[in-house]
């Protein structure tokens, strides 16, 4: 197993700091077009997991639209929306890097219950 740079490894945390908004938007995104990606960009994403801004602008694209031989293309396909969230993070220059985050019981709720959480708390009173 390749060690994680530095980079990656502050992504991670910053990701799982915010799984729930991740979780919630990935099954979403998934009820709408089907399964997929979520994109977002780096400095968005570490800024949203300070807790001192909002969510982070987070796009999704379904993996049936993903060209085949696309470098990250297979990975996304094989991933399952009711456990994992594929997430491809985007730098100021361009590069890519994409992570498949995993659900994991109370702490990591699997997609489905977060955005089911985020609908409650959404709803109007």
């Not at 987070?58 to 049936?64: C, D, G, K, Q, Y």
């Not at 993903?66 to 590069?95: K, M, T, W, Y």
Request: proline letters at 9%.
């Amino acid at each position: 197993m390749t060690e994680l740079t530095h980079e990656q490894q502050v992504d991670l945390r910053a990701a799982m700091s915010i799984w729930e908004t991740l979780a919630a938007k990935a099954w979403e995104a998934t009820l709408q077009r089907g399964p997929g990606v979520l994109l977002v960009h780096r400095a968005d994403l570490r800024k949203a997991a300070t807790g001192d801004s909002d969510p982070p602008l987070l796009s999704h694209v379904p993996a049936a639209t993903i060209p085949e031989g696309d470098d990250f293309g297979a990975i996304i396909r094989e991933c399952d929306p009711a456990s994992q969230v594929p997430l491809l993070v985007r730098d100021e220059e361009g590069e890519e890097q994409l992570y498949v985050l995993e659900a994991q019981g109370e702490k990591r709720p699997p997609p489905e219950a977060c955005y089911r959480r985020a609908q409650g708390e959404n709803a109007p009173r």
